[in-house]
């Protein structure tokens, strides 16, 4: 297996949003499109595979630009490049697409890796009376996850129509349990990748159009459900935390278990006229904060078995 071919396989599951082309061919096809790009840009691999490079670049697909991408694929440097994009959700942002060679075993450079980093919410122009919004980032850099902020403005959204409709809201807060001392013990780097693995098992796990997962800061992370009562939630959220604990992340120095675990507290609603969004997050940090002590209780750590015994 040539270099660049290795590179390939681990793109593949690259945990960010990549997509990667193939130099050699004067067309560049886009030949690799992982599933977080896919997710991200709402369209499956195979639709961006087939719309190709100018897909990627958006509004900078211009002549000029895929000229001067030649160039730099020839040479065999790496650049970044902002972009103008747009989300069928959201609207237009702006992203960095970051440039990367691979090379084969010879060192000739056979494919090009782009990475996409959205950077923020693109504002609407003022009417000169009213200042254009700031920016709102969209994702987290860390996890890919969508950024605490939007986060918490599609929450207002849900809350509202769950107030006009009727319907129920589940609010989920998790919290790795242990993360400082696992950066203690393996190192910073290790930790990110821990809040990249535990951020995609519950985003895989709140995968439903509707459902909104996002990490706050640190190892915590937040998630909204519709459509569930209470014992659902609570199984739901159970679930999750199954899902983290089965991913079997070492961690020999947890005060819970030997593989990573996260701590959940969780709240559900159906919100009438008079309720608001914050009664909902404090009672899901009401319930973390409960169940994080339970946690740290002797009683608790002498009943719970480390992993494998």
């Not at 070492?250 to 005060?255: A, E, V």
């Amino acid at each position: 297996m040539s270099i660049a071919t290795l590179s390939l396989a681990l793109l593949e599951h690259w945990p960010g949003a990549v997509a990667v082309v193939d130099v050699r061919d004067e067309t560049l096809p886009v030949v690799l499109v992982n599933q977080s790009l896919a997710e991200l840009r709402g369209s499956t691999a195979g639709e961006i595979r087939a719309a190709g490079l100018a897909y990627l670049l958006g509004d900078n697909a211009q002549a000029e630009r895929m000229a001067a991408l030649r160039l730099l694929f020839a040479a065999g440097d790496s650049t970044s490049l902002q972009v103008t994009l747009t989300d069928p959700a959201v609207g237009p942002y702006s992203a960095e697409l970051r440039f990367e060679p691979l090379r084969d075993a010879d060192g000739s450079v056979t494919h090009y890796a782009i990475f996409h980093d959205r950077v923020g919410l693109l504002a609407a122009q003022g009417d000169g009376a009213h200042p254009p919004r700031p920016p709102v980032a969209r994702d987290d850099r860390l996890t890919g996850l969508r950024h605490v902020d939007l986060f918490h403005e599609f929450y207002r959204r849900d809350f509202s129509i769950a107030q006009r409709e009727g319907r129920a809201l589940a609010l989920f807060v998790f919290d790795i349990d242990s993360l400082g001392v696992y950066n203690e013990t393996f190192g910073r780097l290790a930790g990110d990748t821990v809040i990249r693995r535990v951020g995609r098992a519950l985003l895989t796990g709140l995968r439903r159009a509707s459902d909104l997962v996002a990490r706050v800061d640190g190892g915590r992370f937040v998630g909204l459900a519709a459509g569930m009562d209470a014992e659902q939630a609570l199984r739901h959220a159970q679930a999750l935390a199954l899902r983290v604990r089965e991913l079997h992340l070492h961690h020999p120095r947890s005060m819970v278990a030997r593989v990573v675990t996260v701590s959940f507290g969780v709240a559900q609603m159906r919100p009438g006229p008079d309720a608001s969004p914050e009664q909902l997050l404090r009672e899901a940090l009401g319930s973390l904060e409960a169940a994080r002590v339970a946690r740290s209780s002797p009683a608790t750590l002498s009943a719970t078995p480390a992993e494998g015994d």
